[in-house]
Each structure stands twice: as structure tokens, then as C-alpha cells.
């Protein structure tokens, strides 16, 4: 089955509200990547986060590691519609061989002008 | 750069034919993969490969073949065409091991089989 989660798959919001997508792992991860996928195009990489804990900034983007290394979250400040795309979290799983990077299910986020 | 480059970008097949999908890359990045996305699964693994001559199964690795005769070029090969197989596919590379630095996505093939 699926080894990592997303919720929500769905997030509709109106322009300059936040948002956030969780990212849930049943296995413990070495490392988290985030990604965004604009529709119609394909997945371009956001930032990785490897350490417990960690928080990382990218203007209005927040991405967090738990400490657990078993989950991490994307918060978004005040939405633009240039936000709209579909979240995708993806880490390496431990014990699942260091090559293989799993996919989450993905938040696709809509914003209402 | 050109960075990874699929073909084609839309596909209808019948069922029961073959098909092979073209992945090439010019960042000479070892670790090229092959994911099919579908609605509310995400991005699933279908092969690896970590460098020219070396491949591995992903996670859904049935109906589809790969090799990696060169580090540029990675295909994809569906032998017999099924009806679940109607999917968007895209190819990635990355440097070094692969899961562990960015990954750069093709633009997608998008295939329905009839």
C-alpha cells in the first residue's frame, strides 16, 4: 500500500488566505522533498529538509521535518493564484533501499480569486 | 540546456501492443527513474536505474521493461499494452544516488490504452 500520505488530497482557499498540506510516513524517512506540480505540467522540486526538526523558509513557503522524521508539513501565508498546483511531499524511506524516493498522494490546492 | 526530454507526449495504443517510451537527459546525471501518475495515488516508481547498465524494480514494476545502455538515455517499454496501463508517465534524473538531491521531471507522456 501507500508508504506515505498527504492530506488534505483537495484544499480550496480564497486568495490571501494560508494553507497547509501534512505529510505522513508509516516508516521513518532519511530525508523529506517537497514538489510542485502546476496543472498540465510536471513536478519541479521545492526544497529538501534531511535533519529532525527542521524548518525551512522560502518567502511565504514554511516546510517542517518532525521530529520523528516521520512526517513534515508546507504552510503557505496569504495564497496567491500563482499557488495553485498540486503539493507533492517525497522522502526516502529507511530500510527501503537509499535509491527509491516515495511519492505522497498529493494536495491539489485551488484558489479562489 | 535542454534538462530531461520525453517522447512522445501523447500516446493512444490499443490493447495488446508495445510501445517504448523515450527519456533522455543532458545534465549527465547517473540516477534516471520512471513514475506514472495517477488520480489520488500521487507519483509511483515504476524502474531505477543508478547508472548506464544498471537497472532496478520500483514499486509497480509489472507490464514494463527499461535497460540503461548509456548514461543519457533511459527508455521505458510497455510489452503488451493493457487498459490499466493509461496513465501519465514521467522520467526524472538526479545527480549522485538520486533520492537524495532534486530531482528534474520530463515533461510527461500522457497514454491511454483502448
Known amino acids: 500500500g501507500q508508504q506515505v500520505m498527504q492530506i488534505p488530497q483537495y484544499q480550496h482557499v480564497q486568495e490571501g488566505e494560508d494553507f497547509t498540506t501534512y505529510c505522513n510516513s508509516s516508516?521513518?524517512?532519511?530525508?523529506i522533498q517537497w514538489y510542485k506540480q502546476r496543472p498540465g505540467g510536471h513536478p519541479v522540486f521545492l526544497i529538501q529538509?534531511?535533519?529532525?526538526?527542521e524548518v525551512k523558509k522560502q518567502k511565504r513557503l514554511t516546510f517542517q521535518f518532525g521530529e520523528a522524521k516521520k512526517n513534515s508539513s508546507l504552510h503557505i501565508t496569504a495564497t496567491q493564484t500563482t499557488d495553485v498546483g498540486t503539493y507533492f511531499c517525497?522522502?526516502?524511506?529507511?530500510?527501503?533501499?537509499?535509491?527509491?524516493?516515495?511519492f505522497g498522494t498529493g494536495t491539489r490546492l485551488t484558489i479562489i480569486p | 540546456n535542454a534538462g530531461v526530454t520525453q517522447t512522445p507526449k501523447f500516446q493512444v495504443l490499443k490493447t495488446g501492443q508495445s510501445m517504448t517510451l523515450q527519456c533522455a537527459q543532458d545534465?549527465?546525471?547517473?540516477?534516471m527513474s520512471w513514475y506514472r501518475q495517477d488520480p489520488g495515488m500521487g507519483l509511483r516508481l515504476i524502474h531505477y536505474?543508478?547508472?548506464?547498465?544498471?537497472?532496478d524494480q520500483g514499486e509497480v514494476p509489472n507490464g514494463y521493461n527499461v535497460s540503461r545502455s548509456t548514461t543519457e538515455d533511459f527508455p521505458l517499454r510497455l510489452l503488451s499494452a493493457a487498459p490499466s496501463q493509461t496513465s501519465v508517465y514521467f522520467c526524472?534524473?538526479?545527480?549522485?544516488?538520486?533520492?537524495?538531491?532534486?530531482?528534474?521531471f520530463g515533461q510527461g507522456t500522457r497514454l491511454t490504452v483502448v
Open positions: 536505474s543508478v547508472g548506464a547498465g544498471i537497472t
Open positions: 526524472a534524473s538526479s545527480y549522485g544516488t538520486g533520492s537524495y538531491t532534486e530531482a528534474f
Open positions: 516508516t521513518t524517512l532519511s530525508n
Open positions: 517525497a522522502g526516502t524511506l529507511r530500510n527501503f533501499g537509499n535509491e527509491k524516493l516515495t
Open positions: 529538509l534531511v535533519k529532525s526538526g
Open positions: 545534465m549527465n546525471h547517473e540516477y
